[in-house]
């Protein structure tokens, strides 16, 4: 059987880590790339940079990732739908829901592959969180939340914090949990003087009545992304940035402090950091992707979840610009 055809649309920040890994990726030949600015890191090598979708439609290919601006992925899924071509966007799906819906649409009606690069449901540590708590060693989930700081990416011109970061949580607390936001409420912050906000403060309740807990922003020195989830049992802490895990047991033993005993909560127990494989994630995303166009069971990230995700963001924008809770139910 012949290799697969692949092709990537943008030589960006993110693009250079992409053609990194289709070069690499067994069973995948990559073919071109597109950028209308050329090969700014100089990474396609011996791949020919094309000036336009049109071309590489034209060329011939099995599919495409797409790391141009968030802008620009609905047309660029358009067309690629239009031409029977697979492909892998990078996130958010889209600028807004209804742009998204319609990449829905489109892959649907056109029996396409169509997955979005919400990377973190493939970083290690929360692949074990979610292993963990489906296992139940949390038991009852009371809470979860997220903390994704850090300064600003100059590369980001199109969209906010919301968006481009808030994204990730939105997206990586479904996954682990298994829940679906019920209701969002929100604030944001403009501090840098740009058109769109760069910090969010979120409070969301997703089925089943757990609260979850959202601070993102792009005004930090320190570089932070962790997600801690606190349940009956204990708590556990995700850093996605080294990809460790450590849970914090709640404690067995009585407290012989009379003033202290009289409260009937949570106690300190064992901390333990789990040792287990990490491998790349973004190599991770792209053997799934390459599998599920090879019609092999895979576990991606779909467009309808990337749309699900939007969905949750603009709640966010909403409750922010109102000053009320969404509700997202229906």
Same mark, same amino acid.
């Given at each position: 059987?012949? +290799? ?33 600015? *050329? ?41 690629? $739908? ?11 799906? /889209? ?9 829905? =649409? ?10 979005? *690069? ?36 100059? %590369? ?25 936001? =019920? /209701? ?17 403060? $979120? ?9 979850? +807990?959202?601070?993102? +922003? ?6 932070? %992304? ?52 990490? @491998?790349? @994630? ?21 467009? %309808?979840?990337?749309? $699900? ?22």
């Amino acid at each position: 059987m012949a +290799n697969l055809r692949a092709a990537l649309i943008g030589l960006g920040s993110m693009g250079r880590n992409h053609a990194r890994n289709l070069r690499a990726l067994p069973d995948v030949d990559f073919v071109a790339a597109v950028d209308p600015q *050329g090969d700014a890191y100089g990474v396609a090598g011996d791949v020919p940079v094309l000036a336009d979708l049109d071309e590489l439609i034209k060329l011939g290919v099995d599919y495409c990732v797409v790391a141009a601006p968030t802008a620009l992925h609905g047309n660029i899924a358009e067309q690629l $739908a239009g031409a029977g071509i697979h492909m892998l966007v990078e996130k958010p799906v /889209a600028k807004d829901s209804a742009t998204a819906q319609a990449m829905v =649409d489109a892959f649907d009606k056109a029996g396409l592959v169509g997955a979005v *690069g919400h990377i973190e449901r493939y970083n290690p540590a929360l692949q074990e969180l979610k292993r963990r708590l489906e296992g139940g060693e949390l038991g009852e989930i009371f809470q979860i939340a997220t903390r994704r700081q850090g300064p600003f990416p100059a %590369r980001i011109a199109d969209v906010g914090v919301v968006m481009d970061l808030a994204s990730h949580d939105i997206d990586l607390t479904g996954f682990v949990t298994g829940r679906e936001y =019920d /209701a969002i409420s929100a604030r944001t912050a403009h501090k840098s003087g740009r058109e769109h906000e760069d910090l969010v403060a $979120a409070t969301g309740l997703l089925s089943g009545s757990l609260v979850s +807990n959202h601070l993102v +922003n792009w005004l930090s020195p320190q570089k932070e %992304r962790s997600t801690v989830v606190t349940g009956e049992l204990g708590t556990f802490i995700a850093s996605t940035l080294d990809a460790d895990l450590t849970f914090h047991a709640n404690g067995t033993v009585e407290s012989q402090w009379d003033d202290i005993a009289h409260f009937r909560g949570m106690t300190e127990g064992d901390v333990i950091r789990y040792a287990f494989s990490k @491998p790349e @994630p973004l190599r991770t995303e792209h053997e799934l992707f390459r599998d599920a166009v090879l019609g092999k069971e895979a576990a991606i990230v779909t467009l %309808r979840d990337g749309l $699900a995700a939007v969905r949750v963001c603009e709640a966010m924008l909403e409750s922010a610009a109102t000053g009320r809770t969404v509700e997202l139910k229906g």
